[in-house]
């Protein structure tokens, strides 16, 4: 096996795409807000909600190349990462082979303040706790 180019250090990736590459079905999860979720989403073709959001139109992009590529769109509108915590336990299918996580626009606006640290300081520490959390838990 050839050493992995270093776009690719990260473990997680290079499984990822050598899983992808080899045909076996690959499961990428979505996790998300409003705007990952599909809402307010349609397009000329007719297609609406999570039909037409990002990670609908990723799976389709996979399909070119990698029909066994699912993309499970699991976005709950108005949730922030904090809030997926507690609901992992019923998204406990296999493994996946990649997850993604949106919540970008709703955690930018709820409170992760901090006492005693700086409020920006705080809430990157703070998401980056959760972020940590989620991750661990969906790949175990």
């Not at 080899?22 to 609406?48: I, M, N, Q, R, Y």
């Not at 029909?67 to 296999?94: D, Q």
Request: proline letters at 5%; aromatic letters at 10%.
């Amino acid at each position: 096996l050839d050493l992995p180019h270093p776009a690719f250090s990260d473990i997680g990736f290079l499984n990822f795409f050598m899983r992808l590459a080899s045909g076996k079905d690959t499961v990428v999860l979505v996790f998300g807000g409003s705007e990952t979720a599909g809402a307010d989403c349609d397009t000329p073709a007719g297609e609406h909600g999570k039909e037409c959001a990002w990670s609908a139109q990723l799976e389709k992009w996979f399909h070119q190349f990698a029909p066994h590529v699912k993309v499970m769109n699991l976005a709950l509108a108005a949730t922030t990462s904090k809030m997926l915590l507690p609901l992992l336990g019923a998204y406990s299918t296999r493994k996946p082979d990649l997850v993604i996580l949106d919540y970008l626009v709703n955690d930018a606006v709820d409170d992760y303040a901090v006492p005693g640290v700086n409020h920006t300081q705080g809430s990157l520490q703070f998401l980056s706790t959760i972020y940590e959390q989620i991750l661990r838990t969906v790949s175990e």
